[in-house]
């Protein structure tokens, strides 16, 4: 069994960005610029921003943190997100989920530029992934995306299956895998028979938010399998530790390829978070120009 170090890739990805800002920045003038919208203070979400924030200090990304309380109406998030939208140092805009709530995620997503639209999250850019034409993409599968090719596994004639259809992550993978010319089955909490499902695949991407579900007798022999859960549990000592959504001690011993919970999707989602925002930042100042 091979394992699929998304921290490696990461780190790889983030030189190469910074390499390529620094060139960029003495023909523009500027850096580019990442304004993050926090709203409420959810441990996880707090610790996730802090990484992207640490990120884009790490290869030379102005980051603008909007922190702001639980209490914060809809109109005052949208307001910002205008604000934002029209702000010349910014290049991404991304709003943290999950929202308090009261607030309408859906509603604020779509007021986000999609020129800015780091996340992949806004309906026109998640059309152009639907009609295969350029855009910004959803950073999850587009890391999933591009760690498969970095380690050579072509999904073109495979069968693979994702589980889980959120538009976060299940149905922009799906399409990106379909695109790869895979053959793709999305699979939910209403499929039946899962593990005959998953024992034909050659590719499983796991995205459903349950620890452990994926397990032995659910992997074939020499499978890739992805694991994009992220699942905090608690010890018996009151301790907590993260897990995946894939039995990874049991299903090592089957699969030919598999990603650690942490340190295999987690670091290309962000990766992916940078390489939107120089997307933009680059389409943004050839408009510009």
Known sequence: MQLLDG???ARQIEIELSQQIQSLKLTLGRPPGLAVI???????????????ERA??????????????AATSQSHVQDLIHQLNHDDRVDGILLQLPLPQGLDAVQLLQQIDPSKDVDGLHPVNLGRLMRGEPGLRSCTPAGVMRLLAAY?????GQQAVVIGRSILVGKPMALML???NATVTIAHSHTPNLETLTRSAHIIVAAAGRPAMISREMVKDGAVVIDVGINRISTSEGKTHLVGDVDFEAVQTVAGYLTPVPGGV???TVAMLLQNTIKSYCRRVQTDS
Do not use: T, W
């Open 152 to 156: 050579n596994i072509d999904p073109a």
């Open 56 to 69: 884009c200090q790490r290869i030379g990304v102005l980051s603008f943190g909007h922190r702001l309380s």
């Open 38 to 52: 926090m709203v409420g203070d959810n441990p996880a979400s707090l610790a996730y921003v802090r990484g992207k």
């Open 7 to 9: 921290k490696a890739l």
């Open 178 to 180: 379909l695109e790869a």
């Open 266 to 268: 987690g670091p290309m």
